[in-house]
């Protein structure tokens, strides 16, 4: 009889797997180690359907003043293995299973980008897209929020949807675009659906316009459940 092992599941292709063992603390190597979340008195989760979740996104007007891309320190390593954020993503997302070598360079491993449905199998060909861009995040909310808290959302490994490893020219192409200005060429409600998932996790708003265009797309597209666990 066949056990299933904590390894077997790293590398069962599921992303949201590798990415839950991540979050609790376990590398490529699978050793133990911490990532650094706000602390919460207690952790609360948000679901409704995508309608519905938009509707609930709190609406006000951005301000950039400011902001800074220093502002979030990002691609740390918060759990101390030698790999940083952006490594532990390319590891928990990678279609093939990743060999970590000294100072946690990759090799082995095949990358799927849902943006342009395209395959990489180099890593330098794939960039970390912040969901929800850092200077959006300021726009909605994060100015105000301690260095700490930034720079937890920019290094998000508690929820697969907040960080996604996509085409590096096509991220270059978002940069810090809301729906409203941009979107993937392919799967494009899946895109919405996690989208407003990262702006209920960090409890960021939406502008005016923004909402009217996630409404407007939320309308061809089927109305699934929203569900995230609350960051802060």
Same mark, same amino acid.
């Given at each position: 009889?066949?056990?299933?092992?904590?390894?077997?599941?790293?590398?069962?292709?599921?992303?949201?797997?590798?990415?839950?063992?991540?979050?609790?603390?376990?590398?490529?190597?699978?050793?133990?180690?911490?990532?650094?979340?706000?602390?919460?008195?207690?952790?609360?989760?948000?679901?409704?359907?995508?309608?519905?979740?938009?509707?609930?996104?709190?609406?006000?007007?951005?301000?950039?003043?400011?902001?800074?891309?220093?502002?979030?320190?990002?691609?740390?390593?918060?759990?101390? +293995?030698? /790999?940083?954020?952006?490594? #532990?993503?390319?590891?928990?997302?990678?279609?093939?299973?990743? =060999? %970590?070598? *000294? $100072?946690?360079?990759?090799?082995?491993?095949?990358?799927?980008?849902?943006?342009?449905?395209?395959?990489?199998?180099?890593?330098?060909?794939?960039?970390?897209?912040?969901?929800?861009?850092?200077?959006?995040?300021?726009?909605?909310?994060?100015?105000?929020?301690?260095?700490?808290?930034?720079?937890?959302?920019?290094?998000?490994?508690?929820?697969?949807?907040?960080?996604?490893?996509?085409?590096?020219?096509?991220?270059?192409?978002?940069?810090?675009?809301?729906?409203?200005?941009?979107?993937?060429?392919? +799967?494009? /409600?899946?895109?919405?659906? #996690?989208?407003?998932?990262?702006?209920?996790?960090?409890?960021? =708003? %939406?502008? *005016? $316009?923004?909402?009217?265009?996630?409404?407007?797309?939320?309308?061809?597209?089927?109305?699934?459940?929203?569900?995230?666990?609350?960051?802060?």
């Amino acid at each position: 009889m066949h056990r299933t092992s904590v390894r077997d599941l790293f590398f069962s292709g599921e992303p949201m797997i590798r990415r839950t063992l991540l979050a609790l603390g376990l590398s490529a190597g699978f050793s133990v180690g911490l990532v650094a979340v706000p602390a919460v008195a207690q952790a609360q989760d948000y679901s409704a359907p995508l309608t519905t979740a938009i509707s609930d996104l709190p609406t006000s007007s951005e301000v950039r003043t400011g902001y800074s891309r220093d502002l979030f320190p990002h691609w740390v390593d918060a759990d101390g +293995d030698g /790999c940083s954020t952006r490594n #532990e993503v390319l590891i928990s997302e990678a279609d093939d299973p990743v =060999t %970590v070598g *000294s $100072g946690c360079s990759l090799s082995g491993g095949r990358w799927y980008s849902y943006y342009d449905r395209v395959s990489w199998t180099n890593p330098s060909d794939v960039d970390i897209d912040h969901m929800v861009p850092l200077a959006e995040a300021w726009d909605s909310g994060a100015r105000s929020w301690t260095t700490a808290t930034r720079q937890a959302f920019a290094n998000d490994l508690g929820d697969s949807r907040s960080l996604v490893g996509v085409t590096d020219n096509v991220n270059q192409a978002k940069g810090d675009q809301d729906p409203r200005e941009w979107l993937p060429t392919y +799967d494009q /409600c899946r895109y919405v659906r #996690e989208w407003v998932a990262v702006k209920h996790r960090w409890r960021l =708003t %939406v502008d *005016s $316009g923004e909402k009217s265009a996630l409404s407007s797309l939320a309308s061809s597209c089927t109305n699934a459940t929203i569900t995230v666990t609350l960051a802060r």
